[in-house]
């Protein structure tokens, strides 16, 4: 065990706390000085702005964030909470979308002066009532989520997404799900697609409930029928099990309709997607094309190559750390919210070489579906990025 006691057995004192007036002593420079080189303020030179800041650093001053607090009402907390996974709470860290959406959250925050405090989904008031958070991110609620309306209650500004969209005191960054789901579904119905199939996670959260209505509108927009299948649980397994469902197509024997395209909307490791493709005895892209909503870098590096729709939670993450600053620093007092637009990255598992694109009347690798008849060809929507990546 480690001894914490002094020399005389008596336990050790902590080292006194480095004061503004050390560093300003220790610069040769005044009080003020030194704290408007640190607080970035003021009229100083470069060296000397810089020489204050060096100092400081090596002596381990920190600023007092109790007189802060009681100087500007403020203890720099943001809470942040995943409403999805409230069954398990912190699940979510599994999740690479999640993951990064945290991280970037977390680093965007600090970077502001702000800490993010991690609050389990599904907190009782009473759990998170006696800390000094300034405002608290809920990302993904659940619909009626009632964490929500205990911190709108309690005054607590609220960040989510835009289920909370005119709430007093509450504010929201967004993906519009049906500008996503209609260019990757644009895409595939270019590259010759006729019966698309859907993986859908069972999550009752506004993002996913407007993936699944844009789906059904693009579908009859297009005569295409609708294939849909529901993963029962997040995670690979759940996921997995359900797009082989997909993959097994309608009907039985000689008969049975497959699909040609999948699109995976439910979050899944994109190279056991193609597993489960190659075990169904699909080649992709030659057979099936394929795009999953996926944030997990693995996508890049499998063979072939996946083509992902991105919800760039790098993005959310900034505008939402952005649009917290404006409410608690620059008084925004109206609600409102911010709209990111996905981004669609092209791969070589969604670009069927084999075929001319610029055919939109080819039939798909199994035939003529009855039900899907070609639709016009896409354009790119408003609120959905493109870049095409080339196949390797």
């Given at each position: 065990?480690?001894?914490?006691?002094?020399?005389?057995?008596?336990?050790?004192?902590?080292?006194?706390?480095?004061?503004?007036?050390?560093?300003?002593?220790?610069?040769?420079?005044?009080?003020?000085?030194?704290?408007?080189?640190?607080?970035?303020?003021?009229?100083?030179?470069?060296?000397?702005?810089?020489?204050?800041?060096?100092?400081?650093?090596?002596?381990?001053?920190?600023?007092?964030?109790?007189?802060?607090?009681?100087?500007?009402?403020?203890?720099?907390?943001?809470?942040?909470?995943?409403?999805?996974?409230?069954?398990?709470?912190?699940?979510?860290?599994?999740?690479?979308?999640?993951?990064?959406?945290?991280?970037?959250?977390?680093?965007?925050?600090?970077?502001?002066?702000?800490?993010?405090?991690?609050?389990?989904?599904?907190?009782?008031?009473?759990?998170?009532?006696?800390?000094?958070?300034?405002?608290?991110?809920?990302?993904?609620?659940?619909?009626?989520?009632?964490?929500?309306?205990?911190?709108?209650?309690?005054?607590?500004?609220?960040?989510?997404?835009?289920?909370?969209?005119?709430?007093?005191?509450?504010?929201?960054?967004?993906?519009e799900a049906g500008p996503a789901v209609c260019a990757a579904m644009d895409h595939l119905l270019e590259q010759g697609a006729r019966r698309p199939a859907l993986v859908l996670p069972d999550s009752a959260t506004r993002f996913d409930a407007g993936v699944r209505a844009a789906y059904g509108d693009w579908c009859a927009a297009?005569?295409?029928?609708?294939?849909?299948?529901?993963?029962?649980?997040?995670?690979?397994?759940?996921?997995?099990?359900?797009?082989?469902?997909?993959?097994?197509?309608?009907?039985?024997?000689?008969?049975?309709?497959?699909?040609?395209?999948?699109?995976?909307?439910?979050?899944?490791?994109?190279?056991?997607?193609?597993?489960?493709?190659?075990?169904?005895?699909?080649?992709?892209?030659?057979?099936?094309?394929?795009?999953?909503?996926?944030?997990?870098?693995?996508?890049?590096?499998?063979?072939?190559?996946?083509?992902?729709?991105?919800?760039?939670?790098?993005?959310?993450?900034?505008?939402?750390?952005?649009?917290?600053?404006?409410?608690?620093?620059?008084?925004?007092?109206?609600?409102?919210?911010?709209?990111?637009?996905?981004?669609?990255?092209?791969?070589?598992?969604?670009?069927?070489?084999?075929?001319?694109?610029?055919?939109?009347?080819?039939?798909?690798?199994?035939?003529?579906?009855?039900?899907?008849?070609?639709?016009?060809?896409?354009?790119?929507?408003?609120?959905?990025?493109?870049?095409?990546?080339?196949?390797?």
């Open positions: 065990m480690t001894d914490l006691s002094g020399h005389d057995g008596a336990a050790s004192q902590p080292a006194p706390r480095v004061r503004l007036v050390d560093v300003a002593r220790e610069a040769g420079l005044s009080k003020t000085t030194v704290s408007a080189a640190l607080n970035g303020t003021g009229r100083l030179s470069p060296e000397v702005r810089q020489k204050a800041r060096d100092t400081a650093r090596a002596m381990g001053y920190r600023p007092n964030a109790t007189a802060r607090q009681l100087r500007t009402g403020r203890a720099r907390l943001i809470g942040y909470m995943v409403g999805e996974l409230a069954d398990t709470p912190w699940s979510f860290l599994e999740s690479p979308y999640f993951a990064r959406l945290t991280g970037a959250t977390a680093a965007t925050a600090l970077k502001r002066g702000y800490a993010l405090v991690l609050l389990p989904a599904g907190s009782l008031q009473s759990e998170w009532a006696g800390l000094p958070l300034d405002a608290v991110v809920v990302a993904d609620p659940l619909t009626g989520d009632p964490v929500v309306d205990d911190l709108l209650a309690a005054r607590i500004p609220v960040f989510s997404d835009r289920s909370v969209e005119g709430r007093p005191g509450a504010y929201w960054v967004d993906v297009h005569g295409v029928a609708e294939r849909v299948v529901v993963a029962a649980e997040r995670g690979n397994g759940p996921v997995v099990r359900a797009v082989e469902t997909a993959l097994a197509g309608d009907g039985e024997g000689p008969g049975r309709v497959r699909p040609d395209a999948l699109f995976v909307m439910a979050e899944a490791s994109p190279p056991l997607v193609l597993e489960a493709a190659r075990r169904q005895g699909y080649e992709v892209p030659g057979d099936l094309l394929l795009v999953c909503v996926s944030e997990d870098v693995t996508a890049e590096h499998t063979e072939p190559p996946v083509t992902t729709l991105s919800l760039r939670p790098e993005a959310v993450a900034e505008a939402g750390i952005e649009l917290l600053v404006a409410v608690l620093e620059d008084g925004r007092r109206e609600s409102g919210g911010v709209l990111v637009p996905a981004r669609l990255d092209v791969r070589a598992s969604s670009v069927r070489r084999s075929r001319a694109a610029a055919d939109p009347q080819a039939d798909g690798p199994q035939g003529d579906d009855p039900q899907a008849a070609p639709g016009p060809r896409p354009v790119p929507h408003p609120q959905a990025e493109w870049t095409s990546l080339p196949p390797t």
